[in-house]
């Protein structure tokens, strides 16, 4: 009986640990992803407006 109640502890360890670890590496791609896309529209806007106050204008 000690056997099993010791494999079923290290079972749920296991899921317990793999579940956390699978929601904290989704969680942070997701953030990570959205970082990317508004970041990167966020750059663009940012350089369309300073594009326009540069000294020189490429046409």
Same mark, same amino acid.
């Given at each position: 009986?000690?056997? !099993?109640? @010791? /494999? %079923?502890?290290?079972?749920?360890?296991?899921?317990?640990?793999? $579940?956390?670890?699978?929601?904290?590496? &989704?969680? !942070?791609? @997701? /953030? %990570?992803?959205?970082?990317?896309?508004?970041?990167?529209?966020? $750059?663009?806007?940012?350089?369309?407006? &300073?594009?326009d106050?540069?000294?020189?204008?490429?046409?």
């Open positions: 009986m000690g056997t !099993l109640v @010791v /494999v %079923l502890s290290q079972l749920f360890w296991g899921v317990t640990i793999g $579940a956390l670890t699978g929601i904290v590496g &989704l969680i !942070l791609k @997701v /953030v %990570l992803t959205a970082g990317g896309v508004f970041g990167s529209g966020f $750059a663009i806007f940012n350089w369309r407006k &300073l594009r106050r540069l000294p020189f204008r490429r046409r």
